[in-house]
């Protein structure tokens, strides 16, 4: 059973839809990430929660929406996007503040 | 803030050579550094980590990293390149002051020729 767990691993939607990503964590740890990586740019952190609780947004359109029922889960959903949205949304999970990321597969997303 | 520079963002080695993928990295705060290795469709898995501990960080897969202090770098480094070391690779700074944030650089792709 891997550390991190994301699905759907490919997922492709129009404008229009509305979507959720799923992600899972099997390691007992406090803090779990949102990460856009887009070709030829930095990895862009989205969203961080700390034992349920968001503790940053990076200025993340609205048609973003992070969820954290547990500490466990972390969902992202999405709705009305633009194909400039089109990338790998990773999750991580961490220990604490600055302990290390452990990365799920990510979800390739491609909006058309 | 934090910040870091990965030079080139295409490194290409024979089978056997010497790996050196370099990282600088800049911190208002004694930082913690990281590289990550990327296979194509996959997330993101740590290779290695210094926390202020030993400056010779020994990984995974043989990989191993310095850390520099009065060069404010941390090059990641293999004695001889395998061909499933092709990946890209990511460095990352973590200062205190920035709770829960990585920032990663660009990354550099290496690519191993047989």
């Known amino acids: 059973e891997t550390g991190v767990t994301q699905t759907p691993r490919h997922l492709v939607m129009g404008m229009t839809n509305k979507k959720s990503l799923k992600c899972e964590q099997h390691?007992?740890?406090?803090?779990m990430y949102w990460y856009k990586q887009s070709a030829k740019k930095p990895l862009e952190l989205m969203f961080v929660?700390?034992?349920?609780?968001?503790?940053e947004n990076n200025s993340v359109p609205s048609r973003f929406s992070p969820e954290c029922p547990n500490s466990s889960h972390l969902f992202l959903h999405l709705h009305t996007l633009q194909p400039e949205d089109s990338a790998l949304y990773l999750c991580?999970?961490?220990?604490?503040?600055?302990?290390?990321?452990?990365f799920g597969q990510g979800t390739r997303l491609t909006v058309v | 803030a934090q910040s870091v520079t990965q030079l080139g963002s295409h490194v290409s080695v024979s089978e056997g050579a010497l790996v050196l993928l370099r990282c600088n990295y800049s911190s208002s705060v004694p930082p913690y550094l990281f590289w990550y290795v990327q296979y194509p469709n996959q997330g993101l898995q740590l290779l290695l980590k210094y926390t202020s501990a030993a400056t010779l960080v020994k990984g995974i897969n043989g990989f191993e990293a310095e850390f520099k202090k009065s060069e404010t770098s941390f090059h990641l480094t293999k004695p001889s390149a395998h061909m499933s070391d092709a990946a890209e690779y990511f460095c990352a700074v973590s200062g205190a002051g920035s709770n829960y944030k990585l920032t990663f650089g660009k990354g550099t792709l290496l690519t191993v020729n047989p």
């Open positions: 929660y700390s034992l349920e609780e968001r503790v």
């Open positions: 991580a999970s961490s220990q604490d503040s600055r302990g290390s990321a452990f």
């Open positions: 390691l007992g740890h406090n803090a």
